[in-house]
């Protein structure tokens, strides 16, 4: 059984991310690891902001059992990361908007404004080549960035962000933080 203040915590930020277009309707995953073997996560069919306990699965990190089934798309990627990087307490995944439009036709998230530059300096932006086979090997390609990055953050060029933390309140300040630049750079190109 999941605990009810774990549940509510992240469905509160289920609907928060959801609002801010960080999620989709049925697109993103949200997790935490509760001790060295296991991790809760949505569900395949959750709907984020309408998020309660039935919209979550607990996952061992090491064993597949029948629950891997109803579990997010995202949720190998989620254990590869929780498996390999100790400090990951949290970790979200989605495709905002501005963000993942921005990687249309960047290589690289140069910040201009105060928080971006001040928390990012600036971001590469990750090519994942070939689309058809890159849910075959994005799980160790995630995990392999994420602990070379300083950020704790991937921007995948079409596909969206993962972010990880310990703090899950510093993983929405980054995803906040990372969207709301990309929103002003897009608005500041409009003037060019």
Same mark, same amino acid.
């Not at 990951?88 to 908007?97: D, E, N, T, V």
């Not at 390609?141 to 960035?145: D, F, L, N, Q, V």
């Given at each position: 059984m999941i605990e009810k $203040?774990?549940?509510k915590l992240l469905s509160d930020l289920s609907l928060s991310m959801f609002s801010k277009n960080f *999620?989709? @309707?049925?697109?993103g995953a949200i997790s935490t690891k509760f001790d060295q073997y296991n991790f809760i996560i949505? #569900?395949? $069919? !959750? @709907?984020f902001d309408k998020m309660d306990e039935k919209s979550f699965c607990s996952l061992n990190i090491n064993k597949q059992d029948y629950r891997w089934n109803i579990a997010s798309m995202e949720s190998h990627i989620h254990a590869t990361i929780y498996a390999n990087i100790h400090e !990951? &307490?949290? %970790? !979200?995944?989605?495709?905002?908007?501005y963000t993942t439009a921005y990687t249309l036709e960047h290589d690289k %998230? @140069?910040?201009? $404004?105060? *928080?971006? &530059? #001040?928390? *990012?300096?600036e971001?590469? /932006?990750?090519?994942?080549? $070939?689309?058809? #086979?890159?849910? &075959?090997?994005n799980a160790l390609? %995630? #995990?392999?960035?994420l602990k070379e990055s300083n950020h704790n /953050?991937?921007?995948i060029k079409g596909i969206g962000t993962y972010v990880y933390d310990r703090d899950v309140h510093e993983l929405v300040k980054k995803i906040a933080i990372l969207e709301n630049s990309c929103r002003l750079l897009s608005i500041k190109s409009s003037f060019q």
């Open positions: $203040d774990t549940v *999620f989709g @309707i049925y697109h949505n #569900t395949s $069919d !959750a @709907i !990951a &307490k949290y %970790i !979200a995944f989605g495709m905002p908007i %998230i @140069i910040f201009e $404004d105060f *928080f971006g &530059k #001040t928390i *990012f300096g971001i590469d /932006i990750y090519n994942p080549g $070939d689309f058809s #086979t890159w849910y &075959k090997r390609e %995630i #995990t392999k960035y /953050i991937m921007v």
